[in-house]
């Protein structure tokens, strides 16, 4: 089910501000003086699109060279045909080679004050063979899938070169998800091996990740072995047959591994993400055009010096973000950037912060959620810390409101920073849409427009280009090197899923806009996936959690405009029988269907707000009228409500909408 893109999330009060200021941004003159990536770029890449992509991969170490840059059979793609190349040691490897070793690659710090690492490419190495050399010890082969179950430690990062290295496919689940969650994750992927910790460390105290796992390799017969590494001391239970610890199987292994070349379409990773029918999707990506990419955009878009530049990457590894541009994007790059394991405010609001002066953090990459958190908690916390080392500032997840955007240029950036905002998403594999820092002029809240080699197009309903300006649903209509090459083991879904709307063009689920100077706006989700701080939860996965509570009979769930994770979840539920007497106007049961709701997908698709009712709003032929729900939910006007089966049913949700609060974690 889609919508029309204009009742997406978006900011058109951002975007009507903007109309009153039109302000724009050029590159700073020393920046664009010495950027990576110049302006003829484009022209290049318009000219000879193949061409530009087979220059950009020839930055990557190939054992055996390609004989075809492109093979497509749409909607399937093969990149770089014949060619073979080893991931983990383009990331790591020949950077020793290169005499980089004693450069550090990764200063990691974990939550709890004081906890630090420092690791070099020569120690990257040295921890990246061990854990390859472990997994062969426990069985995995190249093409058995890995599913890995870790906090933000630098494990995380061996274990995902390590299976790159050997050419296992990795899936990796973020930390927060429930046992359920991973449980249909292993299924689907038939993993053998499961990597995860004790714990982690999260809000100041520490969280198990074990039991989790514990319940799900119960549940699943795939799995021969859970390889555990002790990260809070925490007791576990213990599996003697199946559970074995890092530092017992890992820490003995010789520290050299032979690496073997994979073909440029061996399977890198699934990384599942949601989708309409409620059944999380496994997005299959593989390894030379996703490398090419994610490593030439990562050094285009942040004009990345790896000799003197410190990067850091927000996001959890749990998501593609993490995958692109915290593991294979900067380590292909040769850079050097920050790992943080905890929460923004552990230690003080003003962590981050901390964390920037300590290290010198000259690139930063982070989500507008977090952004406008911290315009909330004040300007003089950032303003306490010296920021004058950054240079680059980046925007991904959603899209970002001009206010926030200036915020973070001025209060961050010092009036100084370029703002590179950034569209993709898990299926592209890497950035599609962004500016360049020395090329392009900016405008606030936008990502102006695709990168170059890129090939995007705004259409209306019917699949036409709406041209120069307007506005419709964005979609890819030339293949690039990291797009997903399916959904594990369902090619059907893979062709429905996004090549059906509109045949012979990728359908992105977004809406977008061109403006008056053909730049580009974003406009968040036209389809039944909410996008909650730059987490994609589906309505219906969030419902059917609702619905199998013993005392729900029914229940409905929208996405909401939220001035600080941009879209929040509301959720509109009736109680079965006799319990609606009981529970009705009760609090407590709303805030049981939050907590059940937490325990059956995880704590991030918590609803912001739940209202008890004893009906939904329906026509008379039974559909819930989610429209309706949601102009409820962001306190607009009811929309039309003459197919209602009872008029009267939206009205009083509407009047208890208006008196009830919402939730806070």
Known sequence: MTSEPTTALTAETGLAALATENRRFEPPADLAANANVKADVYDAASTDRLAFWEEQARRLQWEKPWTTALDWEPPFAKWFVGGELNVAVNCVDR????????????????EPEGDRRSITYTELQADVCRAANALTELGVEAGDRVMIYLPMIPEAVVAMLACARIGAPHSVVFGGFSAQALTDRITDADARLVITSDGGYRRGAAAALKPAVDEAADRCPSVQKVLVVRRTGQDVAWNDERDVWWHDVVDRQPDVHEARSFDSEQPLFLLYTSGTTGKPKGILHTSGGYLTQTSWSHNAVFDLKPETDVYWCTADIGWVTGHSYVVYGPLANGATQVMYEGTPDAGGKDRWWSIVERYGVSLLYTAPTAIRTFMKWGDELPAAHDLSTLRVLGSVGEPINPEAWIWYRRVIGGDRCPIVDTWWQTETGAMMIAPLPGVTSTKPGSAMGPLPGISVDVVNGEGTSVGEVGGGYLTLDEPWPAMLRGIWNDEERYRETYWSKFPGRYFAGDGAKWDD???????????????????????????????SHPSVAEAAVVGAADPTTGQA??????PKGSVADDVSSGDAFAQELRNHVAKEIGPIAKPRQI?????????????????????????????????????????????????????ED
């Open 517 to 547: 100077d053909h730049v580009l706006w974003l406009l968040g989700r036209v389809d039944d996936v909410m996008n909650v701080s730059g987490h994609r939860i589906s309505t219906t996965e969030v419902e059917s959690a609702l619905v």
């Open 95 to 110: 950077h020793v080679a290169a005499g980089n070793g004693d450069r550090v690659a990764i200063h990691w710090e974990g």
């Open 569 to 574: 979840i509301v959720a509109f539920v009736t």
């Open 611 to 663: 209202l008890i009712t004893p009906e939904l709003p329906k026509t008379r032929s039974g559909k819930i009228m989610r429209r309706l729900l949601r102009d409820v939910a962001e306190h607009r006007e009811l929309g039309d409500v003459t197919t209602l089966a009872d008029p009267t049913v939206v009205n009083a949700i509407n009047d208890k909408m208006g008196s009830s609060s919402s939730a």
